[in-house]
């Protein structure tokens, strides 16, 4: 069982519709991320979160908007996809920022656009 | 920039036997920390083992150690008594120490295959 669970596990989505992406961590921490898993590439941060607060925008482009309401949860606006914007994203927790702190994953969003 | 580098896409190994997965680094700090991540075909991305750079003992965790290699900048991960559910996707990754360092920075990962 994973402290951190998004959802929709999978998602396909027209370039026109708008979907989001939700994450939700049972661990307390105060930190979120956004990451972006794509074929053959590393992992790409795409957004930080800390106490509710946007610290990183690693660079995105502006169809993903990201939310953070609260400590615990965290979406990912989509609006208006590219075809290469087909990837896994994963949303991640930490317990703040030092760098000893281990980094929480989820399993992750599938995302295809069409 | 620190960049990660994980040499080998895919590696197999024989059930009970023994792999290394290498990974080597590039960076001009000289306290950070290193991780090995593990993600299945679930997807998720889970903590293997992990390596304060200051620390000059290796990491262990049950069947899994490193071999930390700081001047070299090489940190290689050995799998002992392979299991067929160590089979998955691993990626080194480098953090770096103090201040609000989040960012992790991951190599492309190396798809290990264990053989019954």
């Known amino acids: 069982e994973t402290g951190v669970t998004q959802t929709p596990r999978h998602l396909v989505m027209g370039m026109t519709n708008k979907k989001s992406l939700k994450c939700e961590q049972h661990?307390?921490?105060?930190?979120m991320y956004w990451y972006k898993q794509s074929a053959k590439k590393p992992l790409e941060l795409m957004f930080v979160?800390?106490?509710?607060?946007?610290?990183e925008n690693n660079s995105v482009p502006s169809r993903f908007s990201p939310e953070c309401p609260n400590s615990s949860h965290l979406f990912l606006h989509l609006h208006t996809l590219q075809p290469e914007d087909s990837a896994l994203y994963l949303c991640?927790?930490?317990?703040?920022?030092?760098?000893?702190?281990?980094?929480?994953f989820g399993e992750g969003s599938w995302l295809t656009v069409v | 920039a620190q960049t990660v580098t994980q040499s080998q896409p895919e590696m197999s190994v024989q059930e009970a036997e023994t792999v290394t997965l290498s990974c080597t680094y590039d960076?001009?700090?000289?306290?950070?920390?290193l991780f090995w991540y593990k993600q299945p075909p679930s997807r998720q991305m889970i903590l293997v083992i992990r390596q304060e750079a200051y620390k000059q003992q290796n990491a262990t965790e049950n069947r899994f150690s490193v071999n930390f290699q700081k001047a070299a900048k090489s940190f290689s991960l050995k799998i002992s008594d392979s299991q067929l559910g160590d089979a998955a996707m691993y990626f080194c990754?480098?953090?770096?120490?103090?201040?609000?360092?989040?960012?992790?920075?991951f190599g492309k990962g190396t798809l290990l295959t264990v053989n019954p």
């Open positions: 979160y800390n106490f509710k607060e946007q610290t």
């Open positions: 661990l307390g921490h105060n930190a």
């Open positions: 991640a927790s930490s317990q703040g920022f030092s760098s000893g702190n281990t980094i929480y």
């Open positions: 990754a480098y953090r770096d120490s103090g201040g609000s360092n989040y960012k992790l920075t």
């Open positions: 960076t001009s700090e000289s306290d950070y920390y």
